[in-house]
């Protein structure tokens, strides 16, 4: 696993719980499943266009250009029929990012006025991209809600740092092999959410690992899982469920 350590941070007490649900459809939930697609882009702008917001999958060899959609990107345009157990705060959808293998630095908004930002999801990833080999993928957005509905439940006005976001299947291969060597066997899955824009591994300074980790279970918007001595949490968009690494 990719193991850093920031030590920079700071103490503040959380407010209240701010809930948003994420209730997947079962094909991105199960086995086999297919990724959500931005159909009204597509039928305007053919296959050539990398449709970020809708963190459909894609491949490299049909980005051929990539420009933003005539008009705003809807929740109903991703297909994502959302339904929170909440409604997320009001106004900008607002994330901050520090990487720390590149310390490269992202401060954007992802939505706002009723939709998903073009701009800012490109923005998010290249920076989040598979720094190794530098390939580039989609983040799913509702990954990115959650992450913004937990910086929220907590007033947290740190970055995420990132410890690891996309990866390529050969980049996740070699994760394995390094952790089977560290570990005695690997705690890098085959076929890792990271490949499919589906998961990151963060922390916020501001926010003790365990309280961080223990609302992001509440939130039951797909796996989490804590890493004590690697200094991080996993939160992907896959069956919910939990585990403990090193």
Not at 181 to 196: P, W
């Amino acid at each position: 696993m990719d193991r850093l350590c920031d030590a920079r941070g700071r103490g503040q007490l959380p407010r209240r719980p701010l809930w948003l649900g994420h209730p997947a459809d079962a094909a991105d939930r199960g086995p086999g499943s297919a990724g959500v697609t931005d159909r009204r882009t597509l039928l305007k702008a053919g296959p050539g266009l990398l449709v970020a917001a809708s963190v459909g999958l894609l491949t490299r060899a049909a980005v051929a250009q990539e420009e933003p959609p005539s008009e705003p990107v809807s929740a109903e345009d991703l297909n994502l029929a959302p339904t929170p157990v909440r409604p997320p705060p009001e106004g900008p959808r607002r994330l901050a990012f520090r990487h720390l293998h590149t310390l490269e630095e992202l401060d954007v908004v992802y939505w706002k006025d009723g939709g998903y930002v073009w701009d800012g999801l490109m923005s998010i990833k290249t920076l989040l991209r598979d720094f190794r080999s530098t390939e580039e993928h989609p983040i799913d957005v509702r990954l990115l809600d959650i992450l913004f509905t937990l910086q929220a439940q907590f007033n947290s006005t740190e970055p995420y740092r990132i410890i690891s976001a996309f990866r390529s299947p050969a980049t996740n291969l070699a994760l394995q092999d390094r952790s089977a060597q560290a570990n005695g066997k690997s705690e890098v899955a085959t076929k890792s959410m990271h490949m499919e824009g589906k998961a990151m591994d963060v922390r916020l300074n501001d926010v003790a690992l365990t309280a961080f980790r223990d609302a992001a279970l509440a939130l039951k918007g797909g796996g989490v899982g804590y890493y004590a001595d690697s200094g991080f949490v996993h939160v992907d968009i896959g069956r919910v469920r939990t585990w403990q690494g090193t």
